[in-house]
């Protein structure tokens, strides 16, 4: 089911209802923004909620739509990811562009292994320092959480059989050096991307990460946003015939 801004706002706690009203004041005439529970995520797209996420944001042309796994009740670690789907929403009001689905299923492939995760990881190095500042939702704390997770269990067990192995590696480096601020985990995570196999994908990784750094300076100006874009998929060697249309369009 669907339901609109004004009937959910009653069960946000008060910091959050002014995220919200501040995100909605950026709307102007673009899409309007409801709510919907998991039926309405498998309703829309065909599939179930993503395994262990509590929110996740559906763009549309006309409406956004953040889909929570309990709509009716809303608890305090809800907050966290509501606030993590509104700062997407913030961008998005603010004329940054959305990956779009692509019909050539190789290209599709690109988004799913690389530009999608990229451009999640773009947008949190501009967003999340704004919701900890403006807000005090602390969203590097949940960061911290998975990449403490990442290097005990996910990184022993992963092999590179592919060059979609070698990229999401990369991601992974990249990830947490945006989304976490654990100085402890993140030079594990370094001294473990220094083995021989991982250190030309670390090595790649570190030409990339200041330039999503550099995104903060700008956080409102789309075309940097873009540009900056463009400049990490050179960097990663990516070519140029299955970038993402909103790179190639404004290029």
């Known amino acids: 089911?669907?339901?609109?801004?004004?009937?959910?706002?009653?069960?946000?706690?008060?910091v959050l209802q002014r995220l919200l009203n501040d995100v909605l004041a950026q709307s102007s005439s673009k899409q309007s923004l409801e709510f919907g529970d998991e039926q309405e995520h498998l309703?829309?797209?065909?599939?179930?909620?993503?395994?262990?996420?509590?929110?996740c944001l559906i763009p549309g042309p006309k409406k956004l739509i953040i889909c929570l796994k309990q709509l009716s009740s809303i608890k305090e670690n809800d907050e966290m990811e509501i606030a993590h789907e509104l700062g997407h929403v913030y961008l998005i009001y603010n004329n940054y562009?959305?990956?779009?689905?692509?019909?050539?299923?190789?290209?599709?492939?690109?988004?799913?292994?690389?530009?999608?995760?990229l451009f999640d990881i773009a947008q949190h190095a501009i967003f999340y320092p704004w919701l900890k500042?403006?807000?005090?939702?602390?969203?590097?704390?949940?960061?911290?959480?998975?990449?403490?997770?990442?290097?005990?269990?996910?990184?022993?067990?992963?092999?590179?059989?592919?060059?979609?192995?070698?990229?999401s590696l990369i991601l992974y480096y990249l990830k947490y050096n945006v989304e976490a601020d654990d100085k402890y985990w993140q030079d594990r995570m370094h001294k473990a991307?220094?083995?021989?196999?991982?250190?030309?994908?670390?090595?790649?990784?570190?030409?990339?990460?200041?330039?999503i750094q550099e995104l903060a300076i700008n956080?409102?100006?789309?075309q940097y946003?873009?540009?900056?874009?463009?400049?990490?998929?050179?960097?990663?060697n990516i070519k140029q015939e299955i970038w993402p249309d909103f790179v190639i369009q404004n290029s």
């Open 1 to 14: 089911m669907l339901e609109s801004v004004e009937t959910v706002t009653n069960r946000l706690s008060g």
């Open 193 to 211: 991307y220094s083995k021989t196999t991982l250190l030309p994908l670390r090595e790649m990784a570190e030409k990339v990460l200041p330039v």
């Open 133 to 167: 500042s403006n807000y005090n939702f602390d969203l590097y704390i949940m960061g911290n959480q998975r990449l403490c997770e990442f290097i005990k269990t996910n990184l022993p067990e992963i092999k590179i059989n592919s060059e979609g192995d070698s990229v």
């Open 97 to 117: 562009p959305c990956l779009q689905r692509d019909p050539d299923s190789s290209r599709q492939e690109a988004i799913d292994i690389c530009f999608s995760p």
């Open 225 to 236: 946003f873009i540009e900056k874009y463009r400049e990490i998929l050179r960097a990663m």
């Open 43 to 55: 309703n829309m797209l065909g599939q179930s909620f993503p395994a262990g996420a509590i929110a």
């Open 219 to 222: 956080p409102l100006d789309t």
